[in-house]
């Protein structure tokens, strides 16, 4: 085998401005990036002008590659070149599988490196001014995934829905109806929520109410793109918040 090196790398939320120094610095110097559906495809073009690019993304129906043959097309690819990049949306780490990918390749002796990204999770919310923690408010914040492998709720949903956590929710559109109604056992029907989608990347958007009224929020879903669900008081921090609650409480009143 070639003195070759495997280097995960955390592609960040969307904006390509989000990715990490290092994080460049491998793309510039890899001779080959496997690359996933969620990358900005943008960042491939701080690659040099040989470098071979795969598209091995699984999103949504479209599933070119699975787990096991991502596996190994990057060992084999250990074979060929010195620098193999894996790049990955947000940070590999946070429902990456991410260490499934480095615990295969390690398992054949191949070099590994990781490079952290900054995962949508943080950074999603964030762009959109809305904090996961405020002194006061809450001490802790969960991210969860909202697609279990069985397509149940997450057990975890209940224990964080019993805190004051700020919940945040990946890959969890689909199963929205039963998110919300799970949290509605333990949280005020009056909390705060968001749906944000294509977070800090072009087209942008999000819906802002309380879950009580999550029904009429969630039609207008666009199902193609990715979102995050944030649930909490922390929500109410959204500069929009206040302004769209008003509303609400207008309509309702006048119909
Ligand atoms: C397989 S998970 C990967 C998460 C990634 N490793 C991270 O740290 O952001 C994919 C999910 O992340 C969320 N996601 C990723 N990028 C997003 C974005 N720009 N806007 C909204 N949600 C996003 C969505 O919930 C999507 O279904």
Redesign the pocket.
């Known amino acids: 085998m070639k003195n070759s090196k495997v280097i995960l790398v ?1 592609a960040g ?2 904006d390509k401005e989000l990715i990490t120094l290092k994080g460049i610095k491998a793309i510039k110097a890899a001779d080959i990036i496997f690359y996933d559906a ?1 990358v900005n495809p943008e960042l491939l073009e701080f690659a040099r002008k040989n470098t071979e690019l795969i598209y091995v993304g699984k999103r949504r129906n479209e599933k070119r590659f699975s787990q096991d043959e991502i596996h190994e097309l990057l060992a084999s690819a250990a074979y060929k070149y010195d620098v193999i990049v894996r790049l ?9 599988r ?1 260490s499934e990918e480095l615990n295969y390749l390690e398992n054949k002796g191949i070099q590994t490196e990781i490079i952290p ?5 943080l ?2 919310p964030a762009t959109q001014g809305i904090p996961l923690t405020k002194r006061g408010l809450n001490e802790s914040f969960y991210v969860i995934t ?1 697609t279990t492998s069985d397509g149940s709720v997450s057990k975890d949903l209940k224990y964080g829905a019993m805190s004051n956590a700020t919940l945040v ?5 689909k199963n929205i109806e039963p998110i919300i109604e799970e949290t509605l056992k333990y949280r005020d029907e009056s909390t705060p929520f968001a749906i ?6 072009e087209g ?1 958007s999000i819906i802002l109410d309380i879950i009580q009224n999550y029904e009429t929020a969630t039609k207008m879903i666009d199902y193609s ?4 669900i944030v649930i909490g008081d922390t929500v109410a921090e959204h500069p929009a918040f206040f302004e769209e609650e008003i509303q609400r409480v207008l309509e309702s009143v006048l119909t």
């Open positions: 955390g939320p969307g969620l990955k949306g947000g940070d590999p780490f946070v429902f990456g991410g990204g900054i995962s949508s999770a950074a999603v909202g929710i990946l890959m969890g559109l944000i989608q294509n977070g800090t990347r942008e793109k990715p979102g995050i």
